[in-house]
């Protein structure tokens, strides 16, 4: 196997005992990797960069590398003062001193350390896990908000452009699969029309990014729940992980994302869409969690557009499953037939729950902002 030839070029000290699969993860391939040496134990993480998705894996590293360092130092200058043990995987060198090995088929591995005695979850049901979730990507974005973006380079481009997923989701339709895969559910059809009353809304941010309203900095780009580690000797997150989308964007993307992914108490993969819902309990939770972190940075027209970040990031993920689907698995990894279909129902109820409650949660954002 490819993966264990791999796993020991990495400067990790011992002789390889198992190489197990971590399932998480709609893009890379994520392993952990256990060693042993005469005295001890090493283990780590082994990455494949999804290259259909990331078309410059060095690019990815690049970024990574530089944001951890940045991120690190950040932590160990305030350390003094933090309530917890905050950490951040590192990039392990290969034993030649590079940021990762290229295999015979071009394939790009990398490895990360790992974040001990933590743990992290699908789903979020109690309000002190959205709290963390909340704080721990304010705390990222705080620790690397200093951080130059022409530093940065741009690894995903389009990546949580709303209005370029709505041009692709058209281009899609276009083809005769998707017409078919279309017409033969009434689900498709439905959440098209659903996609279809939503078009004018589906540019706020860009347009606010446009008119100077909104600035990009440096972001997370994909915090969901499963990428927020929580300390399993203390309960309180630690660590968020997955720094492959790590580039030049708006918090916003961000803040949406961890919404929708950190108050969906039934998760992303159910297929029971009466579960489906934006619990208020649980934003309240996150958006302290994150402004506890975030109030310092954050701008009046930063504050104005948080609830719309939610329901556009939301919309959109929902739209990027859909359009996966009528295109026939391209981009996200399925383990069955219509995954994709039901991911995008979940999205787009709860997107619609989103929408029944903006008053409210208009109303816990100024409570709280
Ligand atoms: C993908 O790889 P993973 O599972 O962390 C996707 C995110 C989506 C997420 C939905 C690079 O993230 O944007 O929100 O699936 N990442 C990329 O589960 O497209
Ligand atoms: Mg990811």
Redesign the pocket.
Known sequence: MIAESIATQFDVPGRLVALQPIG?????DTYRVILRTTFSEEQYILQRINRK??KDPAAVMSNMKVVTDHAHRRIEEEAGEADRIWQLPRVIPTKGGGDYVVDENGEYWRALSLIASTTSYEKVSVPEHALEAGRVLGHFQRIISDFPIDELEDT?PG?HIAPAYLGQYDEVLKSDGAKQRLSASSEATRLSRFVEGRRDFVGILETALSAGELQLRPIH??P?I??VMIDKLTGKGTCIV?L??VKPGLIHYDFG?AVR?GCNPAG?ETSDLEEVFLDLDLFEALVKGYLAEAKGFLTESDRQYLFDSVRLITLE?GL?FFADYLAGDV??KTSYEGQNLN?ARVQLALCESIEAREGKMRAILDRHC
Do not use: Q, W
């Not at 998480?24 to 890379?28: I, K, R, S």
């Open positions: 998480a993860g709609n893009v890379n998705v990331f995903l990546f780009g994909d969901k499963t990428n997955d492959d989308t994302d992914s992303e993920l990027r981009y996200f991911r």
